[in-house]
């Protein structure tokens, strides 16, 4: 139905068991929706060129008037036939576009977004120029059974991430009653059908049995690994087992204070045998006091590199595969972590400790406890001796005097 609208007749519209829509002669992208309890707001519809209609919410009447809705209208209709009203940008937006500007808002780690971006690449590289609204419940039901098939932790991963950037768009872009532009989030669909898997913690290690094999095969990785950074990336691996610190700190490090620079991960500082983490998530910096065990070459500008170039993952990745087919020990670089804090908790050293050695923050809002324990360096020195005595005698049968 179309009438020419004015104050009375809009008045005069009458509710019914379905809402019902009415629209204006003057404008004819104007209409008024009535719903059965009897609400009336003014909407605009237009169809942008090249793109789906865009539906607009403008007000509720009477509070806002005809000619106000026909004066907003009248504005609004050549941003959203042009493409540059927020309601079409949003409702056009792509995937690859909507992520890109999900990390743009965010301030997360080096490490997170490149597990960001791996994850996109392995799992929804076909979404990618795919309207963001575009994707239905039924599109991540399908799709997230597929990539379960592979990872269910992957498929997990995935997901939350996807669904973080569809929540900050439909947070970020709301009409004028302040209600989302964007529908529900299609992700939805995996809690309401109770299809989020609960992927198992990992529990591998490198066993105490198995660590003197696994330890001559590093050995043995200078020189027998073909690659040009096989020294770099036989010192990443002995140091992560002697540290338990994450392959993507110890791989992003400098030398030194004097090569460090903006995008490194922190420092080695040879004077006092420590690695100064820098916390990008809490804007820290965290001294790791190193055991005798741990021996680095600092001729690089990186700690672990060559030719001016850190070991890349893909050269990690090799690496721990050659131990694997030398050994048949299926170990990824990951265990070395585990490794290091099992053989810390079989010492009886505190919790807190262990935490300081590998890099967690200790002190928080929610551990009181944990926010009144000061670590002194010395100490902490003394326990990372023992951990790394006790996996040397592992890796070698004897530890060291």
């Known amino acids: 139905m179309a009438v020419q609208f004015t ?3 809009i008045e005069a519209l009458h509710p019914t068991d379905k809402l019902y829509r009415v629209q204006d002669t003057l404008v004819p992208a104007l209409y008024c929706n009535v719903t059965p309890k009897g609400v009336k707001s003014f909407c605009i519809i237009q169809r ?4 789906k209609p865009v539906t607009i919410t403008l007000g509720r009447f009477p509070i806002l008037s005809v000619d106000a809705a026909r004066r907003s209208a009248r504005t609004l209709l050549p941003q959203i036939l042009d493409g540059t009203h927020s309601a079409h940008k949003v409702l056009t937006i792509t995937v690859a576009e909507a992520y890109q500007q999900y990390i743009a808002s965010r301030n997360l780690t080096t490490i997170t977004v490149d597990d960001y971006n791996r994850g996109l690449e392995a799992g929804l590289s076909k979404w990618k120029q795919r309207r963001l ?4 419940p039924a599109d991540v039901l399908s799709k997230y059974k597929t990539l379960c098939k592979a990872s ?3 498929a997990s991963n995935v997901f939350r991430v996807f669904r973080a950037v569809y929540n900050y768009h439909r947070a970020a872009n709301l009409d004028a009653n302040r209600k989302p532009l964007l529908s529900e989030n299609p992700v939805n669909i995996l809690r309401d059908s109770k299809q989020w898997t609960k992927p198992k913690r990992k529990k591998s290690l490198i066993r105490a049995d198995a660590m003197q094999q696994w330890y001559e095969a590093l050995q043995q990785l200078p020189t027998e690994f073909r690659s040009h950074q096989a020294k770099a ?5 002995h140091t992560m087992l002697f540290t338990g610190l994450r392959s993507g700190e110890l791989r992003l490090l400098a030398s030194s204070r004097a090569t460090y620079k903006t995008g490194m991960k922190g420092y080695y500082d040879k004077a ?4 100064y983490l820098y916390d990008q998530k809490n804007h820290e910096e965290i001294e790791i006091p190193l055991s005798t065990h741990v021996v680095v070459d600092d001729s690089d500008v990186w700690l672990f590199g060559h030719g001016g170039a850190p070991v890349s993952y893909e050269t990690l990745t090799n690496a721990v595969g050659w131990i694997k087919r030398k050994t048949a020990l299926h170990n990824p670089s990951h265990d070395l972590r585990r490794t290091f804090i099992t053989v810390a908790e079989s ?3 505190s919790p807190y400790t262990i935490k300081r050695l590998v890099g967690h923050k200790v002190s928080d809002a929610q551990d009181v406890t944990g926010g009144y324990i000061i670590h002194a360096n010395d100490r902490l020195r003394h326990a990372a001796q023992a ?3 006790a996996i040397y005698g592992h890796a070698c049968g004897a530890s060291p005097r």
């Not at 942008?48 to 793109?51: D, N």
């Not at 990336?233 to 691996?237: E, P």
């Open 272 to 275: 006092s045998h420590l690695i």
């Open 133 to 136: 609204t575009d994707i239905s």
């Open 387 to 389: 951990v790394g005595d």
């Open 7 to 9: 104050a009375s007749r």
């Open 48 to 51: 942008p060129k090249g793109g």
């Open 152 to 154: 269910q932790a992957r």
């Open 233 to 237: 990336v036989a010192s990443l691996l």
């Open 347 to 349: 010492l009886d050293l």
